[in-house]
């Protein structure tokens, strides 16, 4: 689970549950058992145990332990049957720059007439990918949201063209349940990459992000300090992007006090308050100020990964044209010296879940029953650097996107929620949750929520959607879901929660709720077969409350 994402915003949800005893399970269908019987904790345990171990060296994308595994997987699809996913291949390879920031010599320069006032790491935070320096005016743009369909924009008379952009962060009224930005819940325009792009396609050639200065929530900043996995580094990890990205211009996020100074006169507070309260644009140049930006990088070079993929083709004449997509991602954060960032939750549990999966479908289909829909099984890259594989998939889909009907995306399904620094203040974690998963994305597919609750009458897990009525940790950004859901794929992210040991040296694979891990595996292997056999799959729904 990637937690480069930027996470703003304190809120104690309530929670929808669907808990049923196990006196009231419902027997699984005979042309399914087959199937069901093949999931199996000792199987999984050994997926998991050789994707942990030291050997893979943490899986950080671009690394040898990393490609190892995917070599790995890409056997445990040939052994389960699958067909090649792309074309002959196996595999969806694809172009990253790695690079390593020179933060010391990056800056942010503010310019109010002759007043000149240079701001660096921590005030802001920014890495581009190579060397620039540029400058230019800056316009306040609210939000940096252009929402047609909700008639609601950020820029609209206001011209950005050659000039920076400084938006807050996140969505107008956004602790507000009748909002139509999905009430409390997110909608992609709360992203810094969807408001990026959005900057760039009106013409701005930088875009700076503001915390909101009337939140009640922890700076980013200090949201990152709180998981504090990576303070243990003695080498920072490298960024990585994609080559053929099609964002192509900086971002940089600032601190109150550097977003006071940009702002000069304006008043954000007021600013926020007033958007706030009409949805009315209040954008404007702010006058006298311009910045420059220097963005300088250590190193630099451009090498390939892949994406797994693998194919259970359908058997009806019509619908084997159709898409389930069954996914999670296999990289992690890597080593450093002696210390090994293992992910075994964070995403061994995933990708040991995808190809669980893969063998259970592929023994029904041959002893009992087809389904219908074709099963696409992918395994992405990149995950833990920006949602990277996923993002490429989206653009270059192996199968049409438009006759892809349903997306189960496995991201940390292996371990019980705890309270952590992390979340402590942000979300309310129940007390006993060895039985529990989180679904996000309900809001976008009510009918996908629908069929996974059914489904679950014959497993008895307690389903909770209090994550899609959150804002604080963003989780909706966070896994490899989400750029489907840019593309209107009913996507939803099947997620255990967070624990202390999220992306620290200690998510070991003793950690693991295998009895649990077996019966979500098992519930994803019902829905996929109800997604991959209905004659009326789950639809998208791009707008919720608006």
């Known amino acids: 689970m990637n937690n480069k994402i930027l996470l703003t915003t304190s809120l104690l949800v309530g929670t929808m549950l669907h808990v049923l005893p196990a006196s009231a399970l ?19 345990r050994y997926d998991l145990e050789y994707l942990t171990d030291d050997k893979r060296g943490g ?18 699809f040939k052994q389960a049957g699958l067909k090649p996913g792309n074309g002959d291949s196996y595999l969806q390879t694809f172009n990253l720059i790695e690079y390593r920031p ?36 800056v316009v306040f743009a609210g939000y940096g949201i252009t929402a047609p369909e909700l008639k609601y924009d950020d820029y609209k008379g206001v011209d950005v063209k050659g000039k920076f952009v400084m ?42 992000i503001a915390p909101e200065p009337n939140r009640k929530h922890p700076s980013n900043q200090e949201r990152r300090a709180r998981i504090g996995g990576d303070l243990k580094r003695k080498i920072p990890l490298p960024e990585m992007v994609l080559e053929s990205d099609q964002l192509q211009i900086p971002i940089v996020v600032l601190s109150d006090n550097a977003a006071k100074e940009i702002a ?5 507070a007021q600013l926020q308050k007033k958007i706030d309260s009409d949805l009315q644009p209040q954008s404007q140049q702010i006058v006298d100020t311009a910045v420059v930006l220097q963005e300088k990088v250590k190193s630099r070079r451009i090498a390939s ?18 898409t389930i997509i069954i996914s999670a991602h296999h990289d992690h954060d890597g080593q450093d010296g002696g210390q090994v960032w293992h992910g075994a939750d964070d995403n061994a549990s995933g990708t040991a879940g995808v190809i669980s999966l893969a063998r259970a479908m592929s023994v029904n289909a041959a002893s009992e029953l087809k389904p219908k829909r074709s099963v696409l099984f992918s395994v992405f890259a990149g995950e833990e650097r920006g949602l990277l594989g996923s993002y490429y998939m989206a653009a270059h889909p192996v199968r049409p996107m438009a006759t892809t009907r349903a997306m189960i995306n496995f991201d940390m399904i292996g371990r019980d929620e705890k309270n952590s620094k992390q979340t402590d203040g942000l979300i309310k974690i129940p007390l006993n949750t060895n039985n529990r998963l989180n679904l996000i994305g309900a809001r976008f597919s009510p009918q996908y929520d629908k069929m996974v609750r059914l489904q679950n009458e014959y497993v008895g897990l307690t389903l909770d959607d209090r994550f899609d009525s959150e804002n604080a940790l963003n989780t909706f950004f966070r ?41 979500i595996l098992r519930l994803a292997y019902l829905t996929a077969y109800d997604f991959a056999n209905t004659e009326y799959p789950p639809v998208f729904v791009p707008y919720p409350k608006g």
């Open 102 to 137: 020179d933060t010391g010599n990056t800056y942010l320069r503010v310019n109010h007439g002759e007043k000149s006032v240079s701001l660096k790491k921590p005030e802001i935070y920014t890495s581009y990918n190579h060397e620039i320096k540029i400058g230019a005016p």
């Open 264 to 268: 000069g006169s304006l008043q954000l």
């Open 479 to 519: 896994s490899d879901q989400f750029p489907f859901v840019l593309k209107a794929v009913p996507a939803f992210w099947w997620f255990t929660g967070f624990h202390p040991d999220y992306h620290h040296v200690t998510d070991t694979s003793e950690k693991i709720n295998y009895n649990k891990l077996q019966k």
């Open 26 to 44: 419902k027997d699984v269908p005979a042309n399914l058992q087959s199937g069901w019987d093949a999931i199996s904790q000792q199987a999984i």
């Open 167 to 208: 938006v807050f962060d996140h969505e107008p009224q956004e602790e507000d349940e009748s909002s139509i930005f999905n009430g409390t819940g997110n909608t992609p325009y709360a992203t810094p990459r969807v408001k990026a792009l959005n900057a760039q396609k009106h013409g701005a050639i930088g875009l700076l």
């Open 59 to 76: 899986r950080l994308a671009l690394t040898s332990g990393n490609e190892q595994s995917i070599s790995w997987i890409v056997e445990q």
């Open 305 to 322: 990964t892949s994406n797994v993929v693998g194919l259970l083709e359908g058997s009806d004449h019509r619908l084997k044209k159709e």
